[in-house]
């Protein structure tokens, strides 16, 4: 049997940094709720120039230099964004172009903030099915672009960036200390659409739109739909929450990432959160976290390693890896 192997993991982020403290400047809110309600500290806003494929180039570069390969190793490119640079060609095709990489395949993905767990659900079934030997899964976005920046209920909620990894086809082990992806287990449901939607698109508006949210709905959603999917996750594997070495959450808000933990018994040392820092950066939040607990060691090979998400759509989903 094949399983896809983490190989590498790479990010990247835009330089202009924004603060709790200028967001005051820009719309009636404050650091301190902010913090308290999101756990939100600061944000990468991309600038000229910065754009999801550059951002989500850089992430692929540096994935690929840690993997200690070249984009000529790759033969398949997902990736997860809802801020494509262009309607079309997708973004993963310019990824590619950028990469000088004119072999494979490559394709956009948008389960918005589910985005990183439905590619690299995706890319597996491509490796397994044996359609690819090593891919790229890239979560790219530049959220910005698409705020109502007067809306001070959304605005001061994301930021952009990129994150990727590579995986490998490697053979199984056959037994409980396989490496790779074990489970990925995935959700929609389309009738939540007006909780969470950008009131703009090609076929409607002929614009790009803004983002609107009823936050406070999202929310009474997303902790049961997150603990839906992981127990879903466990049933298929047999692991239990005592197993688990790390949760990787979508970066959303620091309250659903606690609320997920209590229900599911993970202890809070042991979930990696991100959101100060970046906000929530959408299909980007899981490979900016999971790249930062990797590079500091907290994530070593043979970790149990849990990533979930929710988001637009709905839609949901959960991966159990083994680094
Ligand atoms: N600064 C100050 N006050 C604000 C701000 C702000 N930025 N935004 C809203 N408020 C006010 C509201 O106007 C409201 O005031 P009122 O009581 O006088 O009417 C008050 O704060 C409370 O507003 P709520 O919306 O009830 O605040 P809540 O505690 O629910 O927090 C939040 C809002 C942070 C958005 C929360 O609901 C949340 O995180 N929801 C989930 C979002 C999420 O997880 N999305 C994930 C998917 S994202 C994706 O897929 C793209």
């Not at 049961?224 to 239990?240: E, K, L, N, R, Y």
Request: proline share 2%; hydrophobic share 45%; net charge negative.
């Amino acid at each position: 049997m094949i399983r896809s192997v983490v190989r590498g993991f790479g990010t990247a982020l835009p330089k202009r940094v924004v603060t709790n403290a200028e967001m005051e400047s820009m719309v009636d809110t404050s650091d301190e709720w902010i913090v308290q309600r999101t756990g939100i500290r600061q944000r990468y806003i991309a600038g000229e120039g910065e754009t999801t494929a550059s951002l989500g180039e850089a992430a692929a570069r540096a994935a690929l230099d840690r993997a200690g390969l070249t984009a000529a190793d790759i033969d398949l490119i997902v990736v997860a964004t809802s801020t494509p640079d262009n309607t079309f060609p997708a973004t993963a095709v310019n990824i590619q172009n950028r990469l000088g990489m004119h072999h494979g395949f490559a394709f956009d993905l948008q389960a918005v903030c589910s985005g990183f767990v439905y590619a690299v659900t995706t890319a597996d079934a491509y490796i397994r099915g044996g359609l690819a030997k090593r891919a790229l899964v890239i979560g790219s976005e530049t959220f910005s672009r698409i705020l109502d920046w007067t809306d001070r209920t959304t605005c001061v909620l994301f930021g952009d960036g990129a994150g990727a990894i590579v995986l490998e086809a490697q053979e199984s082990r056959g037994d409980t200390t396989d490496r790779g992806v074990l489970t990925t287990q995935l959700r929609s449901d389309g009738a939540h659409r007006d909780k969470l939607y950008v009131d703009g698109g090609p076929s409607t508006t002929g614009t790009v739109g803004h983002l609107r949210m009823e936050g406070r709905e999202v929310f009474k959603h997303a902790v049961g739909m997150i603990t839906d999917v992981i127990v879903s996750a466990f049933d298929a594997t047999g692991f239990t929450a005592e197993d688990i070495d790390w949760l990787v959450p979508h970066q959303a808000n620091k309250r659903i990432i606690d609320g997920s933990a209590k229900k599911l018994g993970i202890p809070l040392e042991k979930v990696v959160i991100t959101v100060d820092q970046h906000g929530n950066t959408s299909a980007a939040s899981i490979p900016l976290a999971l790249a930062a607990a990797a590079a500091d060691g907290r994530i070593k090979e043979g970790d149990l390693v849990l990533l979930e998400a929710m988001g637009g759509g709905f839609t949901w989903g959960a991966v159990l890896l083994r680094w």
